[in-house]
Structures are given as structure tokens and as C-alpha cells.
């Protein structure tokens, strides 16, 4: 477990209030501030108080919060309302619309976010300076406005959906370790400025065909080979590493890995949520229930690796195949990939994410070196894992 739970903001998905910590805020529900901005919906609220915000951990938003006789839905996050923060991993829920400007900035331990479905823009700074390291845009996201990725060192894949139309000035200025962009975009985004990726360099671009190649080729940015290389996005099939753990009675958290995106469907069928988090948090019902886990790349669903995630049992089965047996880790830093377990009888090999074949030997060396700031594919025996190597 990465975290100590009683590190772990978790929150039900419906709250009671309290008395605020001051008048910046109208109410409070578990250690989350709120303005109300109507009748019936509030917007999280920054927690200031003795010059700093306090917000701290790993952090699930409710969808409702219940005050003096309103049930409010939680339908924005207000700007600045996590800025300087000490959150490290948050969970919007889907009744939320808009995240306003900076909501998140300079939220220096902030690795990990799940945004909601109902998005439409990420706003100016709005993660700017955090350590996010995958995201992805869900559908319907049509900007990413001035400086929402600036300063984000630790950036290394983003996922951006078809409804991309526009990308503002500086907004992965200085995103230095960015090494894949998904772009299920056909036509190229349109982008502000030539310093919207300013610091940027071999960026490999994942694309649906070749026609849409052609376009971005063609377009004074996107073309440039000085910071971008186009490639086509075949698929490559990769199982997922994904381990489940229960929180208490409430919550379970399905541990995600990859450097993928995910699809996660309830049971009812419908699209939960799409995120490249590492972990996602499932609520725990009166009954067991099933959610389905899709590997994607926005161009592709990759079913034929799904999973289903139960509310209850501590395993995560997967649809059509067995998980091998045995513990196998797999890890990577600083130029090296690092490799535990019981490999006895079991071959090594090592893929760029173009499917070149960088390395082949038997299982017997738990380090190999490697060439730093690329993404592998590392297969140990049936034990797969993709990472950046930093």
C-alpha cells in the first residue's frame, strides 16, 4: 500500500456540514471546504487558514454534500482551491463541470487525477507546477488553456480525446520529460503561440492513421521534427499490472499501471470514468459489484485485456485469461530496469513502444541499463509492464 490510511481523505458520497474555518468558506463536509453558488450546487473551496492550505493526501470528492436541508451536488472546483496544496492523488466525481483557473497549481506532490466526464476546458495553470506524471483528457474537452501543464517536470504521457480543438500558450511549457502524446484528434489542435511547448523535445506523437499523419505533418507545429516524431498507434497489446485492495468498509482501490489509460464501466454498463491515474477508488456497496476495466488509447479499446474489479473480494480476475502464478516486480529508474522475483526458467525482453526489440537473455540478471527518457515494454516471462525510464 502506498499510503498509511489514516493519510487517506476518503469521503462518502454524501456529506454533512459543519461550521467553516472562516468566512472564505460557506460550509464544511469531512475536512473539504465548500462555496454554495446556487440553490442546489456547491464548488470546493480553498482551505486558507493561518496563510496556508491544508489539504493534504490522497482525496475522493463526493458527489452531494447535505446541509441545513439542501442535498448539494458538487458541480465546480473554484480556482486556486488546491493551489500550494499538500494533496498527492484526487478523484473528481462527474457532477463536477468546471475546474477553475490554478485550481491546482504548484501543488508540488500532486502525482496523480482523475478528471471528470463532464469536462469541457482545463483551465489556465490549472496543474501547473504538480508532479503528474499520466493524465487523460476525457471526450468532450475541447481546450487546454495558457500554462495548464507549465512547469510540469514529471509529464511523461498524456492522453488527448477527439473534441481537442485548441491548445493555448505555454500550456506544457517546460514539460520536460514529455515523451507520448495519444491524439485521438483528426484534425490537428490548433496551438497559440510558439511557446506552447517550449522546452519540449522528442515527443513521440501516437496517431490513428496515416491520413491523420499527413495532416499533423503538415501543420506548422505539430510538423515540427524538432520537437515532435509522428507515429501510428497500432494497438500494441500490453497486459495490464493491476492489483486491488480494500479501505475499510467504504472504499476499494484498484491499483492501475502501464502508463495507460483506462476505461471503467459500472455495472450498469455505463462509462464510470476514464483516467490514467495509478490508482482509481471504487465504492464498496451493501452487495458485490462488478466494474469493468478497459485498457485504451483513445483510438483503441484493447478488450481483449479487460478486467473486472469487484466492490468486495480483495483480487481483481481477469475476463479471459488467468494471471500467472508467481511475484514478479518490475521497475525502473535513473537508467536501469530493475527486476524481483522468481525468474527461474524465464526470458527477458525489452520493447520500445514501436515494438523494436532493445533486449533478449534469459531471466538471470535482476538490472539492465538501458538508454534513460524512453518508454519499454518489459516482458518477464507472461509478467509484462510498460514504464519510462528516467
Known amino acids: 500500500m502506498r499510503r498509511q490510511l489514516a493519510n487517506i481523505m476518503i469521503l462518502t458520497a454524501l456529506m454533512l456540514c459543519l461550521a467553516p474555518l472562516s468566512?472564505?468558506?460557506?460550509?464544511?463536509?469531512?475536512?473539504?471546504?465548500y462555496h454554495i453558488?446556487?440553490?442546489?450546487?456547491?464548488a470546493v473551496a480553498p482551505a486558507y487558514h493561518d496563510g496556508k492550505n491544508h489539504y493534504e493526501g490522497s482525496i475522493i470528492l463526493p458527489e452531494r454534500v447535505y446541509c441545513n436541508g439542501v442535498n448539494y451536488e458538487v458541480a465546480a472546483i473554484a480556482p486556486r482551491a488546491f493551489w500550494q496544496s499538500a494533496v498527492t492523488e484526487v478523484q473528481i466525481p462527474n457532477s463536477v463541470t468546471m475546474i477553475g483557473e490554478a485550481a491546482f497549481a504548484d501543488a508540488e506532490s500532486l502525482t496523480?487525477?482523475?478528471?471528470?466526464?463532464?469536462?469541457?476546458?482545463?483551465?489556465?495553470y490549472m496543474l501547473a507546477g504538480t508532479a503528474v506524471s499520466n493524465i487523460v483528457l476525457p471526450e468532450?474537452?475541447?481546450?487546454?488553456?495558457?500554462?495548464a501543464f507549465e512547469d510540469c517536470t514529471q509529464?511523461?504521457?498524456?492522453?488527448?480525446?477527439?473534441?481537442?480543438r485548441y491548445i493555448g500558450e505555454g500550456a506544457f511549457g517546460y514539460c520536460v520529460n514529455l515523451n507520448e502524446v495519444y491524439s485521438d484528434a483528426s484534425t490537428p489542435p490548433y496551438v497559440m503561440g510558439e511557446n506552447a511547448f517550449e522546452g519540449c523535445d522528442g515527443v513521440h506523437v501516437m496517431l490513428a492513421d496515416d491520413a491523420t499523419s499527413d495532416h499533423y505533418q503538415d501543420d506548422k507545429v505539430w510538423g515540427n521534427e524538432d520537437v515532435f516524431s509522428l507515429w501510428i498507434d497500432e494497438g500494441l497489446a500490453v497486459i495490464p499490472t493491476m492489483q486491488q485492495e480494500n479501505l475499510g468498509d467504504r472504499w476499494t482501490a484498484i491499483t492501475l499501471g502501464n502508463n495507460l489509460a483506462y476505461k471503467i464501466y459500472g455495472p450498469d454498463g455505463y462509462l464510470t470514468a476514464i483516467t490514467a491515474a495509478s490508482r482509481y477508488f471504487l465504492p464498496i456497496g451493501a452487495t458485490s459489484t462488478d466494474y469493468l476495466v478497459v485498457p485504451t488509447t483513445l483510438m483503441y479499446d484493447d478488450e481483449d485485456l479487460q478486467l473486472v474489479a469487484t466492490s468486495q473480494p480483495t483480487v481483481i480476475q481477469e475476463v479471459k485469461e488467468e494471471r500467472p502464478e508467481g511475484e514478479i516486480?518490475?521497475?525502473?529508474?535513473s537508467g536501469t530496469i530493475y527486476i524481483d522475483g522468481d525468474t527461474h526458467g524465464l526470458w527477458t525482453f525489452i520493447y520500445d513502444v514501436y515494438g523494436n526489440l532493445w533486449y533478449e537473455r534469459p531471466a538471470v540478471r535482476n538490472w539492465i541499463n538501458l538508454p534513460s527518457n524512453r518508454v519499454y515494454i518489459v516482458r518477464v516471462g507472461d509478467h509484462v509492464r510498460k514504464l519510462f525510464l528516467n
Open 23 to 33: 468566512q472564505a468558506q460557506d460550509i464544511e463536509a469531512n475536512g473539504i471546504f
Open 112 to 124: 496523480d487525477i482523475t478528471l471528470p466526464l463532464g469536462l469541457t476546458a482545463v483551465s489556465r
Open 329 to 333: 516486480t518490475i521497475n525502473g529508474y
Open 37 to 42: 453558488i446556487s440553490d442546489s450546487q456547491v
Open 140 to 147: 468532450g474537452v475541447t481546450s487546454i488553456e495558457k500554462g
Open 155 to 164: 509529464l511523461h504521457t498524456i492522453f488527448l480525446p477527439a473534441s481537442l
